[in-house]
């Protein structure tokens, strides 16, 4: 399509068209701590930090809520419990009410079990329906992709990803900054 | 620590046991660490993705061979049973429960402990068990799924099973949401699908990981898709940790829910020996009893074969150990209470059952060899030097797995085969399907355990790594000293 790569290592080649982000990688879990702190202060809101595993405290170097999965669970917690209760309700007191050992035909204790056992379905499935969807998945391509050393992201490496979609992105006064905390490997990132 | 002197201070060669004693005490106190010999993050991702990057070893070929021929025997005994009738097996009017529900309480035994171990240990930050984690959800899953299979065919007509959902059909039927079976029904369903849901999103960040790394193009596909695209974001990782955390407190519900709903099946009957409220945390202490025995089965061999001792160390073991005695003595205890509640109600068919028939009647030798197996063998763990040889301790969590299956059989059929009336007495004696049926089942879950090693990380890399010193933000990196564990702020 075009000529011009999609990755171009700073100071050097060809700038991709259209910018997605500048990275820098970092040596450790601390220097990236301290980085994130630095770039959360500079106000930045479009950016990530990139680690092969969670390192604990991060969110809160970056400056993140507290994730919103909690809610889900909650909700999905809520979808079992009613959707139970109507279900049994319905189909024992209603639609096919059965005599069973003289018990009431609504029994809310013996319906406790199902109940229970429904609420925990519905919250395991929106929780990981939120784990998924809030993390921005599935997803079949990402514009990091195209750099090679970035799939070093999920075994040793250690990145910090400012996007130019950023108000306060600037393409010099960021890599400078990147530069300054102590990033190498600065790569301008391309998208399409 | 004023009490201990300083290591630099020569030691009192007048005092020189008291210094030996302080030592020793020091060496106590020091932690062991959750991965050994200082081992760095990449070298942890290297390690466990080789045992799906490097061609399968000769013994695996072997134990795939011998556990698919197993699994055969499975398939083609429930075959029969399905096209014959559940006469196939050795139940009847007097015990008309019999092996098909004693494997059924066995296996769903062993998945407790992956949950158990996955999630009870998560929500109590005991970090040592991210190295065993993966492993036993895995075994939680197949053991369930080898659960499912007995219920499932035991009810005779299998293609009516469906009636047990509660789905709109061509009868206007509806089960009957008051009983304990149908219970079990959602009970097994449930914990089925919440542990893959929780086994899974533990494995996105590795796959992921394997993804980034393997050459095989068919295999990295197939990590691509089950990864769903991850990158390790911090703004991913966020919501992973909740989540995770959330599916662990779901989880925890969901052991002591499915081991409640379980023993229902039992306690709300009127039978001797099976009508009591103690059965509740017996099914649980029993249940992660059997599961910590299978898992000490798994992973001595893995971790020796695929050499994996410095993640899966000994510490592990010994602390699988130390779960096993405690569940054990749980199990003694109970077993010591269900004597006295017999004795002490008053109750002649309760005192009978318990009392007389299990220990002096027909089926006494189940009972001598659960009682030996269960509550005298895994009292040798109470030996540092047993706990921490793997071997050994594979050897011995042998008996009180065969135990927990002893147990019950003890319960289920030494309780129906005599009940109130006389007259309607019996016997059960096993036919050889019932046997090759339950063996049969080992062989499914050996085998989806084998194929489960061979292409997933048997070990949660991402996790692992998260407990390195070096992933601690908040102290120099390298500097790796051995009393550091337990560090979270």
Redesign the interface.
Same mark, same amino acid.
């Given at each position: 399509m075009t000529d011009t790569p999609l990755v171009c290592s700073v100071g050097s080649g060809q700038m991709p068209k259209k910018l997605y982000a500048v990275a820098a990688e970092f040596a450790n879990p601390t220097a990236l701590y301290e980085a994130a702190e630095k770039v959360r202060d500079h106000g930045f809101r479009s950016w990530d930090c990139y680690t092969p595993y969670a390192i604990h405290g991060l969110d809160k170097a970056m400056g993140l809520k507290k994730s919103w999965v909690g809610v889900c669970t909650l909700v999905g917690g809520l979808h079992g419990l009613i959707g139970g209760f109507l279900l049994v309700t319905i189909t024992s007191v209603y639609i096919y009410p059965m005599d069973t050992q003289g018990k009431p035909y609504f029994s809310l204790p013996a319906f406790v079990p199902i109940l229970d056992l429904l609420t925990i379905m519905l919250a395991a499935i929106f929780t990981l329906k939120g784990i998924i969807l809030l993390s921005g998945l599935p997803r079949l391509h990402h514009p990091l992709w195209e750099w090679d050393l970035f799939s070093r992201a999920t075994h040793d490496k250690f990145f910090v990803v400012i996007e130019a979609k950023d108000p306060r992105f600037d393409e010099k006064a960021t890599v400078d900054l990147l530069q300054e905390m102590g990033g190498t490997n600065l790569t301008f990132i391309g998208e399409e | 620590m004023s009490y201990f002197t300083p290591s630099t201070v020569p030691a009192d060669p007048l005092n020189r046991h008291e210094s030996a004693e302080i030592a020793r005490a020091r060496q106590e106190l020091i932690r062991e660490p959750y991965v050994n010999n200082e081992r %760095? /993050?990449?070298w942890v991702?290297d390690h466990i993705a080789s045992v799906v990057e490097n061609p399968a070893p000769l013994w695996w070929w072997i134990a795939v061979g011998i556990a698919g021929g197993v699994a055969s025997l499975a398939g083609v005994c429930i075959l029969y049973l399905i096209t014959t009738g559940v006469g196939v097996w050795g139940e009847n009017k007097a015990a008309n429960w019999a092996w098909d529900i004693t494997n059924f309480v066995f296996w769903i035994g062993i998945g407790h402990a992956g949950t158990m171990i996955a999630a009870i240990l998560y929500l109590t930050r005991q970090r040592w068990a991210s190295g065993i984690n993966r492993a036993a959800e895995a075994m939680t899953i197949f053991a369930v799924m080898c659960a499912g299979v007995f219920p499932a065919v035991h009810v005779g007509r299998v293609w009516f099973a469906w009636y047990m959902a509660?789905i709109p059909n061509g009868n206007?039927? @509806?089960?009957?949401? =008051? %009983?304990?079976l $149908?219970?079990d029904v959602?009970?097994v369903?449930?914990y089925l699908?919440?542990s893959i849901?929780?086994w899974?999103?533990g494995l996105i960040?590795d796959a992921?990981?394997m =993804?980034? =790394?393997i050459k095989n193009k068919i295999l990295k596909y197939f990590y691509a898709v089950i990864c $769903?695209? @991850? *990158?390790? %974001?911090? =703004?991913?990782?966020?919501?992973? &940790?909740?989540?995770?955390l959330?599916?662990a407190g779901?989880?925890t $519900? $969901?052991v002591i829910?499915t081991c409640?709903?379980v023993s229902?099946d039992f306690s709300t009957s009127v039978i001797p020996g099976w009508h009591g409220t103690i059965f509740i945390p017996y099914f649980g202490v029993g249940a992660i009893y059997g599961g910590f025995c299978m898992l000490i089965i798994l992973l001595v061999p893995i971790r020796q074969y695929y050499k994996l001792q410095d993640i899966v160390t000994l510490r592990h073991i010994d602390l699988c150990c130390r779960y096993t005695l405690l569940m054990g003595l749980f199990v003694a205890y109970i077993y010591g209470m269900e004597f006295f509640i017999a004795y002490y109600s008053g109750n002649p068919n309760e005192s009978f059952t318990l009392l007389h028939d299990r220990i002096f009647g027909p089926y006494w030798l189940t009972w001598d060899l659960m009682m030996i197996f269960n509550c005298v063998i895994p009292q040798l763990f109470w030996s540092k030097r047993v706990r921490r040889t793997p071997w050994l301790a594979f050897f011995i969590v042998l008996f009180p797995s065969i135990g927990m299956w002893l147990e019950r059989y003890v319960i289920i059929v030494s309780s129906i085969h005599r009940d109130f009336l006389p007259s309607s007495w019996g016997m059960f004696y096993p036919t050889y399907i019932d046997v090759l049926t339950f063996t049969g089942t080992f062989g499914i879950f050996f085998l989806m355990y084998l194929l489960f090693i061979r292409f997933l990380p048997v070990i949660a890399? /991402? &996790?692992v *790594? %998260?407990v390195l010193p &070096?992933?601690?933000? #908040?102290?120099?990196?390298?500097v790796i000293e051995h009393n550091q564990g337990g560090s #979270?702020?």
């Amino acid at each position: 399509m075009t000529d011009t790569p999609l990755v171009c290592s700073v100071g050097s080649g060809q700038m991709p068209k259209k910018l997605y982000a500048v990275a820098a990688e970092f040596a450790n879990p601390t220097a990236l701590y301290e980085a994130a702190e630095k770039v959360r202060d500079h106000g930045f809101r479009s950016w990530d930090c990139y680690t092969p595993y969670a390192i604990h405290g991060l969110d809160k170097a970056m400056g993140l809520k507290k994730s919103w999965v909690g809610v889900c669970t909650l909700v999905g917690g809520l979808h079992g419990l009613i959707g139970g209760f109507l279900l049994v309700t319905i189909t024992s007191v209603y639609i096919y009410p059965m005599d069973t050992q003289g018990k009431p035909y609504f029994s809310l204790p013996a319906f406790v079990p199902i109940l229970d056992l429904l609420t925990i379905m519905l919250a395991a499935i929106f929780t990981l329906k939120g784990i998924i969807l809030l993390s921005g998945l599935p997803r079949l391509h990402h514009p990091l992709w195209e750099w090679d050393l970035f799939s070093r992201a999920t075994h040793d490496k250690f990145f910090v990803v400012i996007e130019a979609k950023d108000p306060r992105f600037d393409e010099k006064a960021t890599v400078d900054l990147l530069q300054e905390m102590g990033g190498t490997n600065l790569t301008f990132i391309g998208e399409e | 620590m004023s009490y201990f002197t300083p290591s630099t201070v020569p030691a009192d060669p007048l005092n020189r046991h008291e210094s030996a004693e302080i030592a020793r005490a020091r060496q106590e106190l020091i932690r062991e660490p959750y991965v050994n010999n200082e081992r %760095s /993050a990449a070298w942890v991702g290297d390690h466990i993705a080789s045992v799906v990057e490097n061609p399968a070893p000769l013994w695996w070929w072997i134990a795939v061979g011998i556990a698919g021929g197993v699994a055969s025997l499975a398939g083609v005994c429930i075959l029969y049973l399905i096209t014959t009738g559940v006469g196939v097996w050795g139940e009847n009017k007097a015990a008309n429960w019999a092996w098909d529900i004693t494997n059924f309480v066995f296996w769903i035994g062993i998945g407790h402990a992956g949950t158990m171990i996955a999630a009870i240990l998560y929500l109590t930050r005991q970090r040592w068990a991210s190295g065993i984690n993966r492993a036993a959800e895995a075994m939680t899953i197949f053991a369930v799924m080898c659960a499912g299979v007995f219920p499932a065919v035991h009810v005779g007509r299998v293609w009516f099973a469906w009636y047990m959902a509660p789905i709109p059909n061509g009868n206007a039927i @509806w089960p009957n949401f =008051r %009983s304990p079976l $149908l219970w079990d029904v959602f009970a097994v369903n449930t914990y089925l699908g919440v542990s893959i849901m929780f086994w899974y999103v533990g494995l996105i960040p590795d796959a992921a990981a394997m =993804r980034d =790394r393997i050459k095989n193009k068919i295999l990295k596909y197939f990590y691509a898709v089950i990864c $769903l695209g @991850w *990158r390790g %974001s911090a =703004r991913q990782w966020a919501n992973y &940790e909740f989540g995770y955390l959330m599916l662990a407190g779901i989880a925890t $519900l $969901l052991v002591i829910t499915t081991c409640t709903v379980v023993s229902s099946d039992f306690s709300t009957s009127v039978i001797p020996g099976w009508h009591g409220t103690i059965f509740i945390p017996y099914f649980g202490v029993g249940a992660i009893y059997g599961g910590f025995c299978m898992l000490i089965i798994l992973l001595v061999p893995i971790r020796q074969y695929y050499k994996l001792q410095d993640i899966v160390t000994l510490r592990h073991i010994d602390l699988c150990c130390r779960y096993t005695l405690l569940m054990g003595l749980f199990v003694a205890y109970i077993y010591g209470m269900e004597f006295f509640i017999a004795y002490y109600s008053g109750n002649p068919n309760e005192s009978f059952t318990l009392l007389h028939d299990r220990i002096f009647g027909p089926y006494w030798l189940t009972w001598d060899l659960m009682m030996i197996f269960n509550c005298v063998i895994p009292q040798l763990f109470w030996s540092k030097r047993v706990r921490r040889t793997p071997w050994l301790a594979f050897f011995i969590v042998l008996f009180p797995s065969i135990g927990m299956w002893l147990e019950r059989y003890v319960i289920i059929v030494s309780s129906i085969h005599r009940d109130f009336l006389p007259s309607s007495w019996g016997m059960f004696y096993p036919t050889y399907i019932d046997v090759l049926t339950f063996t049969g089942t080992f062989g499914i879950f050996f085998l989806m355990y084998l194929l489960f090693i061979r292409f997933l990380p048997v070990i949660a890399i /991402a &996790e692992v *790594r %998260s407990v390195l010193p &070096e992933a601690n933000p #908040h102290q120099p990196p390298v500097v790796i000293e051995h009393n550091q564990g337990g560090s #979270h702020d």
